[in-house]
């Protein structure tokens, strides 16, 4: 009799302890599917860690601190940083299409004095729009110049010019594009991920500048191997030093944020000295003239777009209204691509000029 008591005791205390032992495992599961939720949702410029906040302006719709795989999922889902992704994910793809082109079209030695130039050259609308009255001119210039019995260059027995300077501002354009999107994708996920994500994107930013330079200094002083080595050398160190100064981790707080911009400008306008040089020694070249041009509208497009950068607006103007939409650093990335395939369009005038002449105009 006792021992069928202490065993109906036994089975009875067991049984509850299972099922406060079940019930307390459905609240844990509960209470983490809740704190996933919680920890996926928009939350607004108060409730993020200080390393997150950058942008007052912008008020609400930002991931903070979000699962690494909703964090990689969120890029096809609206915040704050969704056109920033995609406007820098859609140029990588825009250049490495012209890349892919540009490999098979300059391979043909008959390239450049084909009408597969202009269609490389005005394919892309952008383009077409900028340039066109930029060059119309010349072109119409070039035909009415060249008599029945000029060719272009590797006719006149010269082989095409390297392409390598070409070729390096494409990959720069497509590592800063890149690491751009990565950067604004994947910085919400932890403060540790942020700190390697931004200096990644100082580093893609340096490399555009830095290849940027390449053919506007390699082929018009391509004829004077000593300049055309000092300037390739002085940009390349000077990138290299951004790069390391961008390692610092001061270097990321948002009082530094005048001086991060100044730092890259610099860069970028010294490539004035080169600019400068090429017009005053080879002014009487329209392919110089031309370039020039070209380039002078790229540093435009760079040039508003750290202004606004740095201003911040339009959402300075009225905090929250732009917070998904038409904030200031998608108008910085819209103009960073139109700035990068302007100098797209200057480099393929320059592979045009010196493989038709040369070093012998």
């Known amino acids: 009799m006792d021992s069928a008591v202490m065993f109906e005791e036994t089975c009875s205390f067991n049984g509850e302890a299972n099922e406060k032992q079940r019930s307390t495992s459905r609240k844990r599961r509960e ?44 890029i096809f889902s609206m915040h704050n940083e969704t056109l920033n992704i995609w406007t820098h994910l859609i140029g990588f793809f825009i250049f490495l299409a012209l890349t892919i082109s540009a ?24 383009g077409y729009t900028i340039t066109l009255p930029l060059t119309n001119l010349y072109n119409i210039a070039q ?36 690491t751009s999107s990565l950067c604004h994708l994947l ?31 390699y082929y018009p002083f391509m ?38 911009a ?14 400068t040089h090429k017009v005053i020694a080879m002014g009487h070249r329209p392919e110089a003239i031309i370039t020039a041009r070209y380039e002078s509208l790229m540093g435009l497009f760079y040039g508003l777009g750290v202004v606004i950068y740095v201003a911040r607006v339009p959402e300075r103007w009225m905090p929250g209204k732009f917070d998904v939409v038409g904030h200031s650093h998608q108008l910085f990335h819209v103009l960073v691509i139109a700035g990068a395939h ?11 000029w010196r493989d038709t002449e040369g070093c012998y105009a």
Not at 104 to 118: D, I, Q, R
Not at 158 to 177: E, H, K, N, Q, Y
Request: proline share 6%; aromatic share 14%; with cysteine.
């Open 187 to 217: 910085m919400c996920h932890s403060e540790k991920c942020a700190y390697k994500m931004l200096r990644l994107d100082y580093t893609g930013i340096a490399t555009l500048i830095v290849t940027s330079f390449y053919p506007v200094v």
């Open 103 to 126: 490999i098979f079209m300059l391979s043909n030695e008959n390239f450049l004095g084909s009408p597969n130039f202009a269609t490389l050259h005005f394919g892309y609308n952008i």
């Open 223 to 260: 004829c004077d191997p000593l300049i055309c080595t000092l300037y390739i050398s002085f940009i390349t160190v000077f990138g290299l030093a951004t790069v390391l100064v961008s390692l610092v981790p001061a270097f990321q707080a948002v009082e530094f944020r005048p001086f991060r």
């Open 31 to 74: 209470k983490k599917v809740e704190g996933k939720d919680a920890k996926c949702e928009l939350v607004g410029f108060d409730s993020l860690p200080e390393y997150l906040k950058d942008n007052e302006f912008i008020l609400n719709h930002y991931r903070s601190e979000w699962p690494m795989k909703e964090t990689v999922l969120s």
């Open 342 to 352: 302007t100098h797209y369009l200057a480099g393929l005038e320059y592979l045009k």
């Open 143 to 178: 035909v009415a110049n060249v008599s029945s019995t000029t060719t272009m260059g590797p006719q006149l027995g010269r082989s095409p010019i390297t392409r390598w300077p070409f070729f390096a501002f494409l990959l720069g354009a497509m590592v800063c594009l890149l």
């Open 262 to 275: 100044l730092l890259f400008v610099c860069m970028a306008v010294s490539g004035l000295v080169p600019i």
